[in-house]
């Protein structure tokens, strides 16, 4: 492997490694040319999963820029990337916090995490999410928002 850093996750990686030791990202020796594939708008829409309504978009921290679709009725955020929302950073906690549904919103609830979940500037142990509300998770703001 000629880099010193996994491509997806920027942790520093060996040359023995086979997988990124922090995200599990599979290295398989070494980097491939990455050529974007064009897309029929009509495919684009149909993979997205269906009950796929809200986003959470990072707005600022490590990772800015980056969309999470929001699917299922149990979503799980914090630093183990086995998380539905995975935010790679030791302000997070492994699990910090979940999403679930009640009716049409999604609910987060902070997990007893170390940093807290703040939601428009505010502690909280569990709100329901309102398009446009911003969340503080560790050196992370997600901003939130429905379909």
Known sequence: ?????????????????????????????????????????????????????????????????????????????GRTPQCSVFLNDMTVSRIHARLHREGSAYVLTDENSFNGVWVNNRSIESKALASGDFIQIGTFSLLYEED
């Open 1 to 77: 492997m000629t880099n010193d850093a996994c491509p997806v996750c920027q942790s520093p990686v060996s040359d023995g490694d086979d997988a990124c030791p922090c995200c599990g990202f599979n290295l398989q020796g070494a980097t491939r040319k990455f050529a974007p594939l064009p897309l029929d708008p009509d495919l684009a829409a149909a993979a997205v999963p269906a009950g796929c309504d809200a986003t959470l978009q990072v707005v600022r921290g490590p990772s800015a820029g980056v969309v999470y679709r929001l699917c299922g009725e149990e979503l799980t955020i």
